[in-house]
């Protein structure tokens, strides 16, 4: 099947997702978790073959990660759809409504988008959790994975139509979308096709989607994702947030990059801090001041302050203050996640509101910037843009509004 026929049966189950009830989604996202257990054997299989290619490409132990598939990924799949269908459905809501003076009834009201094309790089949970969000907020998911997780998405998509359809929903809700570099390219021209495209993985894929789509991009961005100890952090608390930020898995987009401490912290705080991320295995590509604390830190270059590492390694220099930790923020975030660590209400207030990022933190790690710890289920990307969604994207995101205008007859004058 073409990509242009793919699109149109995507249009055709787009028109009964949108006017489908909220228990046949819920209906449909249950019997979606069930056939993906049922079919774990098949999935672990697929994934497999998928591992085995990529380490013998040579591919990152950190890529490699999040192409992994275990029965304990796989049951998070099943566990993250049946939260969903446990979600408010946003289909349908009043955002706002009036009544005019003339008796014009005015009512803003969320619908779904239609049909939404996700583009992605390895890892398979997101075929799921796409899905899913796709279906629950009332779209068709065109799902463009990367070609190291094919066999593995084969197996899940296949699972999730049966799912579908098992619950009298249209099969062609959910779609794998196969085939070379030209057919990346037809979806990113597929205007009138396509409603809304959304890139997810790293800043090569995104750059080339942005700017070579013409179909409508909601960005996700990349994470370099920073961390101010302030001269006023406890340092018990930066030292947990720290490692976890950093350690707990380091090869996705929440994770630590860039650790910035104070000038009068860092007597104290540095020697803690470096040898316990040597201890747990990170190494720390520091300036000249860090290397003072420590001769196991790397010398770091410039350009490792713009980088997204999804490794054990960690970007750190020493500032003098709060301004010149704003100013290094500025310079180098991507606008996911930044954090402070404070007890200093003062700076914590200036870091909140001077910080442009889609999510800030004080005195908290930076890993809770997830759809899943908001409470929002399973989410299809963070959003690092300022146009109508920005930070973790759930069901309300995933969805446009229109005005419904009732009247008993009145004309304009």
Request: aromatic residues 4%; contains cysteine; negative net charge.
């Amino acid at each position: 099947m073409s990509f242009a026929d793919q699109a149109t049966a995507a249009q055709d189950a787009a028109r009964s997702l949108a006017t489908a009830s909220r228990a046949l989604k819920d209906a449909s996202l249950h019997a979606m978790a069930e056939a993906l257990l049922d079919a774990r054997t098949e999935v672990l299989a697929a994934n497999a073959a998928d591992v085995a290619r990529a380490q013998e490409a040579g591919t990152a132990p950190a890529l490699v990660d999040r192409l992994r598939l275990d029965a304990q990924r796989i049951a998070a799949m099943a566990d993250g759809l049946r939260q969903l269908a446990g979600l408010a459905d946003p289909v349908g809501d009043v955002v706002r409504g009036w009544t005019n003076p003339n008796g014009v009834q005015v009512r803003q009201v969320r619908v779904p988008f239609g049909v939404v094309g996700i583009i992605y790089e390895a890892r398979p949970n997101v075929t799921a959790d796409a899905a899913g969000i796709c279906l629950k907020s009332g779209n068709a998911a065109l799902l463009r994975g990367s070609s190291s997780a094919l066999e593995s998405n084969r197996a899940l998509v296949t699972a999730l139509r049966a799912g579908v359809t098992r619950a009298g929903l249209p099969a062609d809700a959910v779609q794998l979308v196969e085939g070379g570099r030209e057919v990346t390219a037809a979806m990113m021209a597929a205007r009138g096709l396509v409603d809304v495209l959304i890139p997810r993985g790293g800043a090569g894929l995104i750059n080339a989607v942005v700017e070579g789509a013409k179909v409508p991009v909601i960005e996700t961005g990349t994470g370099n994702c920073h961390l101010y100890v302030d001269a006023a952090a406890d340092h018990d608390v930066a030292l947990a947030l720290l490692l976890n930020a950093k350690t707990q898995r380091p090869s996705v987009c929440n994770a630590l990059e860039t650790l910035l401490v104070h000038a009068d912290a860092a007597p104290t705080f540095l020697p803690r801090a470096l040898q316990a991320l040597a201890e747990a295995g990170v190494t720390v590509h520091g300036t000249p001041a860090v290397q003072e604390f420590s001769a196991a830190v790397v010398p770091a270059t410039e350009g490792e302050f713009d980088a997204e590492y999804l490794t054990l390694d960690l970007a750190c220099d020493v500032v003098p203050d709060l301004d010149a930790a704003l100013r290094h923020i500025r310079a180098h975030s991507t606008g996911h996640s930044e954090t402070v660590v404070t007890t200093n209400l003062a700076v914590a207030e200036r870091f909140t509101a001077e910080v442009d990022a889609a999510a800030v933190l004080v005195n908290a790690s930076s890993r809770f910037v997830d759809g899943g710890e908001f409470g929002f289920g399973a989410e299809i990307g963070i959003s690092t843009q300022k146009l109508h969604a920005r930070g973790p994207m759930a069901l309300p995101e995933m969805t446009s509004t229109k005005y419904v205008l009732i009247g008993s007859g009145q004309v304009r004058g």
